[in-house]
């Protein structure tokens, strides 16, 4: 029996907080501190989501949403395909082989 290929091979990651200022920040003329101010959101949370050095919460989610009028799931998808890029690339190879697959019974 072939094996199945779990995913296509992998682009770069690109943290969420890369799009939101490349794509958003920079061609609005927003900054750091005005989007975290507009936001109510501590300017650190903000300076730490575009570095990459902060996942997207939900809360956050909701509050770029409300502030871009976009729907807060695109952020939260952003934030979820980027997380399983990266546990594809560090975790896939070596819990592969540990894990056991369910193969239902049949009666």
């Given amino acids: 029996m072939a094996k199945k290929r779990l ?3 992998l682009l770069d990651e690109i943290h969420p907080g890369e799009i939101l200022l490349e794509e958003f920040m920079k061609p609005m003329g927003i900054t750091a501190r005005q989007l975290s101010s507009d936001m109510d959101e501590p300017p650190s949370r903000i300076s730490d989501i575009v570095n990459g050095a902060r996942p997207i919460t939900a809360d956050t ?7 871009f009028s976009m729907e807060p799931r695109y952020w939260l998808n952003l ?29």
């Fill in 7 to 9: 995913a296509q091979p």
């Fill in 61 to 67: 989610a909701l509050r770029l949403g409300l502030f």
């Fill in 79 to 107: 934030q979820t395909e980027y997380d399983m890029r990266v546990a594809t690339r560090q975790s896939l190879k070596k819990i592969t082989p540990r894990i056991r697959v369910f193969h239902p019974s049949v009666p």
